[in-house]
């Protein structure tokens, strides 16, 4: 097997710094969490995944983009994923003193076929279930002869397949597969009720994660809730804030690699 992530185009070194451990000898600056942190995204939760279910092996930067966010990125970071279990990573940054920094300290992990996952807490040591508002029940192709485009720099062949969630509504799922790629998904747009949701890949790597990053590092605590989860996530910051270099700090992003990078090398 290949070696993983040995670049850094991956920032989800977070995974293997949280499973072994370790603490990271970056520069701190004060990262609250706020309430909504612990949600992830509408398109990790959402239809959008569906292409990836198959997928055996990939990461990449991704962007989305929705209807009623005029073409700004309503959510960004990093992800990975194989046979349908996928790990997020947002990118949440703010300016400190010109520095960038991850807010929250958050990840998710998500099962694509049992619509199911955690979100994962490094400063908490926690973790805690998340599930989908609506399900998948039935795909439906609807052309034939997909339309030859390109998207996000890559020569693709566009095709459509209309949804049924288990909430009684439908989707239409548009997907970009990219033919140098094999025929990896560089763009998914996912519409329904009105809304659209639109996710963009880029800086996409082929190659196999080791299969025990998708599943809670063992000894952190399982919390009843991802609510329960936030809510004592803010008490303890608020009764340990003590500076930049308190015990509940997140580290700084630099632009040379994000959190725990370096733990990646040797996957």
Not at 55 to 74: C, I, R, W, Y
Not at 226 to 241: C, G, H, P, V
Request: net charge neutral; charged share 20%.
């Amino acid at each position: 097997m290949k070696y993983f992530y040995k670049t850094a185009a991956l920032g989800l070194g977070l995974a293997i710094t949280l499973a072994a451990g370790c603490a990271g000898n970056k520069k701190a600056e004060a990262a609250l969490a706020r309430p909504g942190d612990e949600a992830p995204p509408d398109f990790v939760t959402g239809p959008a995944m569906l292409p990836l279910e198959d997928f055996d092996g990939f990461s990449a930067d991704v962007v989305e983009t929705t209807s009623s966010s005029n073409g700004a990125p309503a959510a960004s970071g990093q992800l990975i994923g194989r046979m349908g279990r996928l790990i997020f990573q947002p990118r949440t940054t703010a300016n400190i003193k010109k520095a960038k920094f991850y807010r929250g300290g958050m990840f998710f992990i998500w099962d694509i076929p049992t619509q199911k996952g955690y979100v994962l807490s490094e400063a908490l040591q926690g973790y805690a279930p998340i599930f989908s508002p609506a399900g998948v029940t039935n795909q439906v192709p609807q052309n034939k002869d997909l339309a030859s485009e390109n998207a996000n720099g890559h020569p693709c062949h566009r095709g459509q397949v209309m949804l049924a969630l288990s909430d009684g509504s439908t989707a239409r799922l548009t997907v970009w597969q990219a033919d140098d790629l094999q025929r990896f998904p560089v763009r998914v747009r996912a519409e329904t009720a009105g809304r659209a949701v639109t996710v963009d890949f880029s800086n996409i790597r082929l190659d196999l994660p080791n299969p025990q990053l998708f599943f809670p590092p063992a000894g952190f605590t399982k919390f009843p809730s991802s609510m329960a989860l936030i809510n004592e996530l803010m008490i303890r910051e608020s009764a340990s804030r003590s500076g930049p270099s308190g015990p509940m700090a997140a580290p700084v992003q630099t632009d040379e690699h994000p959190i725990g990078m370096p733990g990646l090398n040797k996957y």
